[in-house]
């Protein structure tokens, strides 16, 4: 079958018993980096020495093939670089394959960075929303929180050290300098950092250098929370001045707000200079 293994997120006394188990005894693992895989069989002092298989991004969809053949006769160990396949990282691809080819799919349970950060966030965590990767671009990342802006959970996503300052500004310009948030820094590592404070204080924080893995957790938008008129318009112009159509960023404003499509459309066309 395939087995999917949760590995450390930074301390490698968080691998559980389990894990090193199957570390000591598995044939084949499929594994997004070998050298890292590499490192964690050395770090935990495994004896075992299993055929390693690059599986990443780039390769699944032609590997799952060969992996899964591989399964159908003997335990195949899926790992990440950290934390759990399939969430943000390989795996998702096969394990649909096996499921749909009929090939059992276990788990063995482990550290979350998701889970992690929301937990000493200090925010609400009896609902949230995990969102991934923010976008590279600050015309996508800015979209990615206005389609956001009301939603009521606690949102959780990961990030670049080398853009973090920029995401932040960019969360403070569209959900509000006092919307409150965390910046959780080498969770579980011996430099672990939790930033809490509102928007734009961490934005201003972070326009220092900050460095390793990063989770960044914001609050939810408060109960009765809406967007003016005016803030909706300005959104609609920022669509607009990265090539979106005035129609089309309209109906993307009203459906994100609630507000009236067509008077977001008027109140636009009004807006603009006169030739």
Same mark, same amino acid.
């Given at each position: 079958?395939?087995?999917?293994?949760?590995?450390?997120?930074?301390?490698?006394?968080?691998?559980?018993?389990?894990?090193?188990?199957?570390?000591?005894?598995?044939?084949?693992?499929?594994?997004?980096?070998?050298?890292?895989?590499?490192?964690?069989?050395?770090?935990?002092?495994?004896?075992?020495?299993?055929?390693?298989?690059?599986?990443?991004?780039?390769?699944?969809?032609?590997?799952?093939? !060969?992996?899964?053949?591989?399964?159908?006769?003997?335990?195949?160990?899926?790992?990440?670089?950290?934390?759990?396949?399939?969430?943000?990282?390989?795996?998702?691809?096969?394990?649909?394959?096996?499921?749909?080819?009929?090939?059992?799919?276990?788990?063995?349970?482990?550290?979350?960075?998701?889970?992690?950060?929301?937990?000493?966030?200090?925010?609400?965590?009896?609902?949230?929303?995990?969102?991934?990767?923010?976008?590279?671009?600050?015309?996508?990342?800015?979209?990615?929180?206005?389609?956001?802006?009301?939603?009521?959970?606690?949102?959780?996503?990961?990030?670049?050290?080398?853009?973090?300052?920029?995401?932040?500004?960019?969360?403070?310009?569209?959900?509000?300098?006092?919307?409150?948030?965390?910046?959780?820094?080498?969770?579980?590592?011996?430099? !672990?950092?939790?930033?809490?404070?509102?928007?734009?204080?961490?934005?201003?924080?972070?326009?220092?250098?900050?460095?390793?893995?990063?989770?960044?957790?914001?609050?939810?938008?408060?109960?009765?929370?809406?967007?003016?008129?005016?803030?909706?318009?300005? !959104?609609?112009?920022?669509?607009?001045?990265?090539?979106?159509?005035?129609?089309?960023?309209?109906?993307?404003?009203?459906?994100?707000?609630?507000?009236?499509?067509?008077?977001?459309?008027?109140?636009?066309?009004?807006?603009?200079?006169?030739?």
């Amino acid at each position: 079958m395939i087995i999917l293994g949760g590995t450390p997120i930074g301390n490698l006394g968080d691998a559980s018993p389990r894990l090193r188990e199957m570390l000591e005894t598995v044939a084949v693992i499929a594994c997004e980096d070998t050298r890292t895989t590499s490192k964690l069989l050395a770090g935990l002092h495994i004896e075992n020495r299993p055929k390693l298989i690059a599986l990443h991004e780039h390769n699944e969809g032609d590997r799952a093939g !060969e992996i899964l053949r591989l399964a159908v006769d003997d335990d195949v160990l899926v790992l990440s670089d950290a934390g759990m396949p399939t969430v943000s990282d390989p795996g998702f691809v096969l394990v649909r394959a096996a499921v749909e080819a009929g090939i059992g799919v276990s788990i063995i349970p482990g550290p979350s960075a998701v889970v992690t950060a929301l937990a000493v966030s200090g925010l609400p965590t009896d609902r949230f929303t995990f969102e991934g990767f923010l976008p590279r671009k600050s015309s996508d990342r800015r979209t990615v929180f206005a389609a956001l802006e009301r939603e009521p959970r606690t949102m959780v996503f990961f990030e670049s050290p080398h853009r973090i300052d920029e995401s932040l500004a960019d969360a403070r310009d569209v959900l509000g300098a006092d919307r409150p948030a965390a910046v959780c820094r080498e969770l579980t590592k011996m430099f !672990e950092e939790v930033k809490r404070g509102t928007l734009g204080e961490l934005a201003e924080w972070a326009r220092d250098e900050v460095r390793g893995e990063i989770v960044v957790v914001i609050g939810g938008a408060a109960a009765g929370a809406s967007v003016s008129f005016e803030d909706a318009l300005a !959104e609609v112009a920022r669509l607009t001045a990265t090539g979106l159509g005035l129609k089309d960023a309209s109906a993307q404003v009203a459906d994100l707000t609630g507000l009236s499509k067509r008077d977001l459309y008027q109140g636009a066309l009004g807006s603009r200079p006169k030739i």
